[in-house]
């Protein structure tokens, strides 16, 4: 048996489980699901091997939905697969993953979607999540392990089709804001699948490589999506990092953009937030708005959801637009008065989602895009 520190490891248990309070104070105390009662053990310096990876692997389901992710993606995607880690160990990594697909990301996360092919189980990001340490486990037990490798592989293909399914149901409904953010939690687990895939050097002929390279008419539709709309609406919101108060709140995790109205107006009446905590949050929105305009050139500026975060504040704020302008710095309160966003702020909510709904709609059936669906 090798000595568990001779594997390259990263962060202390110690540091991590700090990072993890710093970004998501609220998992402490809380039992829910398997990977946050995994953050609220106590773990030594010194873990087995399995035991270590079982806490990366907890603190990124933990963190990933947050402002502030923990830096573990290498750890549980490549490093810890390690070829001197003995196969039993391994195997005892995979099992963990094969369990993992059921672990739910509510409690942790307001990025998913469901319907009614699903009712267990909704499509989040986390499902890219779970596909990246998926490969890993394939790929470091497929000459180790093939029985296991294959139930791995067999648990990735049951995913793929998962998500095709309800993304297929969202089109079929015609819910195109449904479609909408489906297709870019579709695109982000799928890229997820292809970068891993990649990083483990799998041959052409790898059933994973053929599986990952078999793509249907809804999953090329979610991607295409993705592109034309949803992209630019979710990046990574390095703007939203700065205000602490957001933080303490599960109910106040970031959803997909662009649809931000409802979680701007939980922000404006939220009793858990002072006046300070809200008026940093929209200092954090207009800068990072005017940071993403002028990156594309502010009359070009595609990016909204911002602006509907505003919006929804504004909606939940005494004396609406007027009253956030008067808590402001005048340079930022001029952004509020006139200008694009301004304009952009200013569109119902109705009908900003009217608008999506539509485009959404008119791209996924557009002959050129779709020709087999059923």
Request: with cysteine; glycine share 8%; aromatic share 8%.
């Amino acid at each position: 048996m090798i000595d568990a520190v001779s594997i390259p490891r990263g962060v202390r248990p110690a540091i991590l489980l700090e990072q993890i309070r710093n970004t998501v104070p609220f998992a402490f105390g809380d039992t829910s699901t398997p990977y946050i009662s995994t953050v609220n053990e106590v773990f030594l310096d010194d873990p087995t091997h399995a035991e270590y990876f079982r806490l990366c692997l907890s603190a990124h389901y933990t963190t990933v939905g947050s402002f502030v992710p923990t830096d573990v993606d290498n750890q549980i995607r490549y490093r810890l697969w390690h070829p001197a880690v003995p196969v039993e160990t391994l195997e005892e990594m995979a099992e963990l993953v094969l369990s993992a697909i059921r672990w739910d990301p509510r409690p942790v996360s307001t990025r998913w979607v469901m319907n009614q092919m699903d009712r267990a189980r909704p499509l989040s990001g986390h499902d890219g999540e779970w596909f990246s340490v998926a490969v890993a486990a394939y790929a470091a037990l497929r000459r180790k392990s093939p029985e296991i490798s294959a139930r791995v592989l067999g648990a990735i293909e049951d995913e793929i089709e998962r998500e095709t399914n309800m993304v297929a149901e969202f089109g079929r409904k015609e819910d195109g804001i449904g479609l909408l953010k489906a297709s870019t939690l579709i695109a982000h687990n799928l890229g997820d699948l292809a970068r891993v895939i990649e990083m483990w050097h799998l041959a052409e002929a790898d059933p994973l490589v053929k599986l990952s390279a078999c793509e249907s008419d809804w999953l090329r539709i979610a991607g295409k999506l993705n592109k034309l709309f949803m992209a630019e609406e979710n990046h990574r919101h390095f703007s939203l990092r700065g205000p602490k108060g957001i933080r303490k709140f599960a109910d106040l995790l970031l959803p997909i953009g662009p649809f931000f109205d409802e979680w701007g107006v939980r922000v404006a009446r939220h009793p858990g937030l002072t006046l300070a905590d809200i008026v940093e949050v929209m200092t954090s929105l207009i800068d990072g708005w005017v940071w993403l305009a002028e990156k594309r050139g502010e009359k070009n500026a595609v990016t909204v959801g911002y602006a509907r975060a505003l919006a929804g504040i504004s909606e939940g704020f005494p004396g609406g637009i007027s009253g956030m302008q008067g808590e402001l710095p005048s340079s930022l309160a001029r952004r509020l008065k006139s200008g694009p966003l301004c304009n952009l702020l200013s569109v119902d909510r109705s009908v900003f989602e009217g608008q999506w709904r539509k485009k959404a709609l008119n791209a996924a059936f557009k002959p050129a895009l779709v020709s087999r669906c059923s």
